[in-house]
Each structure stands twice: as C-alpha cells, then as structure tokens.
C-alpha cells in the first residue's frame, strides 16, 4: 500500500536567496481561523490569553508569544503555530486552515524594495512597524503580510497558489539584483 506524505505547497521550491533577500518556507503545525460569535471579541481575547498567552489583534495587527502568532484577518483571526484549546469555542467558531494556506518568510536587507515592487502598501518601518498585519495584493494574488522584525515580513497565501508566490517573490528579487540594487 501506499503511503501519503504531507508536503509543504513549497516543496521543492525554497528555500530562495538572491541577494540580499531571502524566501523559506514555513510549516505551522496548525492554522485556525477563529471567527468571533457576536459580542463575543473580548471574551474571545480573555480566553485566547488564558489559553495561549496572544491578545485578540486589533484590525491590521498581530501578536506573538512565542511560537505562535493571532493574525488579523478581517472579521476573522488566524491561529498560527499550534493547536487552539477547545475552551475558545465557546466563544468563536473553529476552523482548521491548515492546509490551505503556504506561509513563507521574507527577510534581508532588501526586503522592502522587494515588497515595493510587488504590494500596494507603503512596508517601510515608519508607516508599517513590527506587528502590522494587512490583507493586501501581493501582485496579483490576495495574500496576508504580517511584519515580523525590521527586515523579515511573513506571507501568507493560498496553497493553491504557492509556486505564483515564489515565482513573483523570485522575479522581484532577481530585477533588484540585476539592476545592482539587491
């Protein structure tokens, strides 16, 4: 018989450095959508906070303990990072996304200008700080971009289009470098 092995949407594919920017592969354990019940966000954040340490994120943010991180996702949040305990479904309607998400880090010296290129978004450190989190295009996929430090972001698409993300990121990269800016 055979056996099925769970591969990331970018096997194969990363890790990628050209330059100064680098693009690897993330492999949450778990990715839970926690979508609120009406009236339920602060005891939502109470819970999530017992829980797992992360406060509800406000609209375009995200926190982090550790390893995991809660995303802002619009009128849901992601759970990235580990598995949710069962008491915040008392308050949000649960839902593993695991596998239909492809996460990538994006990091090195160049990495705004990449961005640039490629986001709507104003990603310098001035206008978009540690923590932010905005659903955006990332050419002409919809993907979530969460700054991570000063020279990392993570990205976040749909695992059906996981090589159109690395292959954009990849010709970002490779016209910086080519015009002597990566």
Known sequence: MDKLVAKSACAGLLP???????????TPSHITSLAPYNGQEAALSQALKKAHGLTLPSANE????????AVWGGSHVYLVGGAPDA?????????????????????????????ARLVPVDVRLAHFPVGRAVRTKLAHLSVSLVRVSDDAFVIMAFRSMAKTLVHDLKEAMTSLQGRGSL
């Open 16 to 26: 990628l450095t050209i330059g100064g920017a680098q693009v690897t592969d993330i």
């Open 62 to 69: 995200a926190t982090e303990n550790g390893a995991m991180r």
């Open 87 to 115: 008491a915040l479904a008392t308050h949000a309607a649960l839902t593993d996304q695991t596998d239909a998400w492809s996460m990538v880090k994006l990091q090195g010296q160049m990495v705004q200008s990449v961005l």
